[in-house]
Each structure stands twice: as C-alpha cells, then as structure tokens.
C-alpha cells in the first residue's frame, strides 16, 4: 500500500505515469488502475487499532503531548507511544534472557539505558549453531 501527500500545486506540475483513461488533475493523475481497496482498508484497520491502543493503554503517555494535540490525532500519538513502551520492555526481557544464554553474542546496542537508540530487533549468534539451526528452536 502506498501513500502520496502532497501540495495540489506541486502535485499538478509533477508528470505522471498514467494509464489513458486517469483524469489529467491530481489526486487522479496519479492511479494506475483499479485502486488496491483491501490495502486501504488494512491501512484503515491499523490507524484505528492504533487509536485504540491510544485510548486503551496510552494514558500515561498523555503528559507528552498536552496542548499538541487533541481528538483522534492525540489517540494516535499515545498509542505510538504505548507500543514503543512495550516494545522497550520486550527488548530488555529478550536482552536479559539472550546475555544469560551460555555461548550467545548479542550485537549492537545491550545498554538498557539506551534502548531508545536502537530498533526493538536483535541480532545475536549461538556459538557452534547455523543461523537455520537456531531458528528452529
């Protein structure tokens, strides 16, 4: 699924790839045949799961953005925030349990305190293991 945003004026000047029968003017110009609709709606699904998390979970992510924002928007922002809080406490579990696991190297950032420069993926090898290997367990 993809998204184009963009000022009408820039979006005007911009060539596009068309097929003949898409109109001249944007937002149209840009289609190249039948929209993806199930795309949309899965786009769709995931704002509004995440306005749910936002309402549900974020409450205590509310102090960030007081005045900022309101509504649906503000619903958003806590449920983004929601997610990346448990997405920390996931990777300090599976950091935790990776450091104790004899002969496992874990690469990249393990500082607990640093957690917010990293992605919650790791990297890590077991000694002696293929990659296939480990992955089955």
Request: charged fraction near 30%; include cysteine.
């Amino acid at each position: 699924m993809g998204v184009l945003y963009g000022r009408y004026d820039l979006l005007d000047r911009l060539t596009a790839y068309k097929v003949r029968p898409a109109p001249k003017d944007p937002p149209g110009k840009f289609e190249t045949g039948t929209g993806n609709f199930e795309g949309m709606c899965g786009v769709l699904r995931a704002l509004e799961y995440t306005e749910w998390l936002g309402e549900t979970f974020g409450v205590e992510h509310a102090e960030r953005y007081t005045g900022e924002f309101t509504g649906r928007r503000l619903n958003f922002k806590r449920g983004m925030s929601a997610i990346r809080s448990y997405e920390f406490e996931l990777s300090r579990t599976l950091l935790d349990i990776l450091e104790e696991t004899p002969r496992v190297t874990v690469y990249g950032i393990t500082d607990r305190h640093r957690l917010e420069e990293r992605v919650p993926t790791t990297a890590f090898t077991l000694a002696g293991k293929p990659p296939r290997q480990v992955g089955i367990y």
